[in-house]
């Protein structure tokens, strides 16, 4: 079936030529720019993907994702736009052609790689993601598809589709799918759907796992099994599939396949980092006789009319079957041209006839030899301290023993890099030549840092968010409560407790001054005994004090509340004083007065029913006095105010008298 974008102009510039690889979300075409006469890779989306938003603003997320970064490392791309056609728009992105193929390609050529190999690759690897990151991108979807290997001998990173900015969120699940390959999601990516610069290093680690044995270090029948071990399962050591892996190399692919995203290097330049730190202690091109001079060759493919066609493309499969490559001719270039392994020279046009070619062998060995023997008489070479950050207390024992080299242990400390029980600092570096009689000291890391909850107590609300912020934890609840002595807004205490030390990032509640506690006066005090009253105000933490009034209210009797001070259903702090106005008959003080002044209440006695010298002594007794209006009566027929009211001391009881016996 003919393909009828081949052939098509493009925006009235670009001119599809071959179709070069066919993908899920895009294909891939071959295509001259008719402006600057050059041979571009023409992205075409799929017609039936254009009407969805989600898709067309992923391909135009990978344009400008890509360009914000500055590096070699990384596919440009050049344009991007919309043509419209009968059938609909066709949206397209330009990018740089590169000739070659892709590392899933090559390693389904070669399967497992030798250590130069591996380093030759994820160099480049490494220094697209960190300058990704340090742009602020992550790529998620960092696998062998997505790594071109060039002709020139050029390793660039493709395909920025599924990335976005740090800033924006970062879901790895769009529609209840997660996006990109399973085999090199990050146990975050399949638990919380969320994805960080952390999980290209996953993905990364993966990658570099899968390049040293040759196959994932996870698997099963469906996706779902292989996301089920990725989160229960830890990525062994490349060392335990094949048994050639320089413990180095062993360390970092556990450190950047680490479960826990704390413990992988914290982005790109971090592992780009780790890796350069070992490169001393790795084969170098010439140290594996298996090692290949190169691993690109010209890809045999249709060439265009204007120029060759063959090209790489991410995250696609070919067109057509990808054919074998000619001859490898050259290692990969670290970019400028001068890295820590060189190509070999260009072979010469003639050749040593086999005689002469085994002497001089023979004398190359000898001069060797000769060296060696030279060295060792002089005592030999001073011994390097090897790479020790990151490993294990076991890995790194085992290091020095093997080069013989002494070691103690110094205290732990904690450390944001290293995990805990893993070397986070050696004394003397990496590198450094020592006598037999040098000691290294080592010291493992003992976790993150733990954070002190900070005092407090007096600040602001606002004042505690930036301090709990520089002390690494967070604010968690914020709880009003009342305090007579803090004022309003400002912080009590917190909880945990000041000076306490918790994990980073621990949310810290802070109990926060509402004001002085308050109490609203009780409206139903009037008509209530002295004692009823004081029971209420008590309750309330509230103080009294008490004055007589005269009735002026038929509802209320004497010796029960008339008014208060302040008014009922009034707000006043605690402990503040209210005075109770006790109602009294006008003429219940007619002969002493009214009461003492003392403002001392006292419980008016029952003395119905008793003789009048009785009843005065009863009445005098708790300092009360007694008067009666009918001197021939001598007994007690009623009394006012009634037993049980309250009167202030020196107050005068009227009693009505009937005759008795």
Known sequence: MTDPVIGRLLDGRY??????????????????????????????????????????????????????????????????????????VLHYLVMELVRGRSLREYLTTRGRLTVPEVVEIFEPVAEALAAAHAAGIIHRD??????????????????????????????????????????????????????GMRSDVYAAGVMLFEMITGQLPHNGETPMSVAYQSVH?????????????????????????????NHRPADG?????????????????????????????????????????????????????????????????????????RRPQEARSGRLPAGPAVIAGVVVVCLVLGVVLFRALLGGTKPEVPLLLGLTKAAAEKNLNEA???FKYGQTLASDTYAEGQVAEQDPETGAKISDDTVVTLRLSSGTPKAVVPALAGKTAEQALVELTQAKLTVGGR??????????????RTEPQAGTAVERNTPVNLVVSSGPSTAEIPGDLVGLTYDEAKAKLD???????????????????????????????????????????????????????????SGVMVTVPNVVGKSWSDAERILNRVGLKATRQDWLLNKVKSQKPKAGSKLERGSTVQLQMEWGL
């Open 142 to 195: 960092i696998k062998p598809e997505n790594i071109l290997l060039g002709d020139d001998g050029q390793v660039k990173v493709a395909d920025f589709g599924l990335a976005r900015p740090v800033s924006q969120p970062t879901q790895a699940v769009t529609g209840g799918v997660v996006m990109g390959t399973v085999g090199y999601l990050a146990p975050e990516q399949v638990t919380h759907g969320t994805a």
């Open 269 to 341: 330049a971090a592992l780009l980092a780790e890796l350069r730190a070992i490169l001393p202690y790795l084969p170098a091109p010439g140290d594996d006789e298996e090692y290949h001079s190169g691993f690109t060759g010209p890809l045999q493919s249709p060439t265009p009319p204007r120029g060759p066609g063959a090209g790489a493309y991410p995250g696609a499969q070919p067109a057509q079957p990808p054919r074998p490559p000619v001859a490898p001719t050259s290692m990969i270039s670290t970019g400028s041209g001068q890295g820590r392994r």
């Open 479 to 492: 709880n009003a409560e009342a305090n007579d002595t803090v004022p309003e807004g400002q912080v009590i």
């Open 15 to 88: 001119t599809a030529q071959e179709r070069l690889a066919v993908g899920g979300m895009a294909t891939v075409y071959v295509a001259h720019d008719n402006r600057l006469d050059r041979f571009v890779a023409l992205k075409i989306m799929h017609p039936n993907l254009s009407h969805d938003p989600e898709f067309v603003a992923r391909f135009h997320r990978e344009a400008n994702a890509v360009a914000r970064l500055s590096t070699p490392r990384v596919v440009s791309i050049l344009d991007q736009g919309s043509d419209r056609t009968a059938a609909g």
């Open 539 to 597: 309750a309330l933490g509230l103080s009294l004090t008490v004055k007589q009034s005269l009735i002026t209210d038929d509802s209320v009797e004497p010796g029960q509340v008339a008014r208060t001070s302040p008014n009922p259903g009034q707000r006043v702090n605690a402990g503040a004083t209210v005075t109770l106005f006790v109602a009294k008959d006008s003429d219940s003080d007619s002969d002493s007065g009214g009461g003492d002044g």
């Open 404 to 406: 013989g080299i002494r």
């Open 233 to 261: 399962g830890d990525v062994p050591a490349p060392s335990s599939v094949v048994f050639d892996v320089p413990a180095e190399l062993d360390a970092l692919t556990l450190r950047a396949t680490a479960r826990d995203p």
